[in-house]
């Protein structure tokens, strides 16, 4: 059976604050790691990583993907109140059209 | 950009009732998802479907249907809701190319089973 799971669970810090999510999975047949962002509403993406050691980066955000070791990071530098959300992050089944996701990382920036 | 709309935000409805959720994507993707979302729990699939009229059960279908007519819609019915189908539903599609299985979701609909 596949799985994803996220650490931690939940997480609270200051602005300005430096912050890393850790994902690690088991899923067979790897193909590629999502990471997507909820606030009050539906997810929105923000990275698909799929090869090893290669950071993918949007203004604050990055993410990076061990595939030796099994797992991906998300590190999110200067946080800001805005950045309060849970972080999601999934990975597709073997041969199947799903996402297996884990459950997730709630993230709460206080000023 | 893509959209998929549910059609309801909030729904409160009775138990043993039947329930219709709605989902349009725009995109022509070929793939839609229903999951549920609980707290401590994350995101479980419940059905998705790879072409109008074809489904497959996901992890949790027991207790729903679905049903898919049209390529841009996609259904989720709750034969007779129970206390334990409260939950917040969020639908989802994809394209699914070998390149790209990004999922996008729709705004979700929290259900209240009283």
């Known amino acids: 059976e596949d799985k994803v799971v996220q650490s931690p669970l939940s997480l609270v810090v200051h602005e300005g604050d430096t912050v890393t999510l850790n994902c690690s999975y088991e899923?067979?047949?790897?193909?590629?790691l999502l990471w997507y962002k909820q606030e009050k509403k539906a997810p929105t993406f923000l990275f698909m990583l799929?090869?090893?050691?290669i950071e993918k980066k949007s203004g604050r955000l990055s993410s990076i993907l061990d595939k030796k070791e099994l797992f991906s990071i998300l590190n999110i530098t200067a946080t800001q109140t805005g950045d309060s959300a849970i972080y999601l992050c999934?990975?597709?089944?073997?041969?199947?059209?799903?996402?297996?996701f884990g459950k997730g990382t709630k993230l709460s920036v206080i000023p | 950009d893509v959209k998929v709309t549910q059609s309801s935000r909030y729904l409160v409805k009775r138990t043993g009732e039947k329930v219709f959720l709605e989902c349009v994507q725009d995109?022509?993707?070929?793939?839609m998802f229903w999951y549920r979302q609980d707290p401590g729990l994350g995101l479980r699939l419940i059905y998705f479907?790879?072409?109008?009229?074809?489904?497959e059960k996901g992890d949790i279908p027991e207790g729903y249907s679905v049903s898919r007519e049209k390529k841009e819609r996609f259904s989720l019915i709750l034969e007779s809701a129970s206390t334990n189908q409260t939950s917040m539903y969020l639908c989802?599609?994809?394209?699914?190319?070998?390149?790209?299985?990004?999922?996008?979701f729709g705004s979700g609909t929290q259900l209240s089973v009283l």
């Open positions: 799929t090869s090893s050691g």
């Open positions: 995109m022509d993707h070929e793939n």
């Open positions: 989802a599609s994809t394209p699914w190319s070998a390149t790209n299985e990004k999922l996008f």
């Open positions: 899923v067979t047949n790897f193909r590629s």
């Open positions: 999934a990975s597709p089944g073997a041969g199947s059209y799903q996402l297996t």
């Open positions: 479907s790879y072409d109008v009229k074809m489904k």
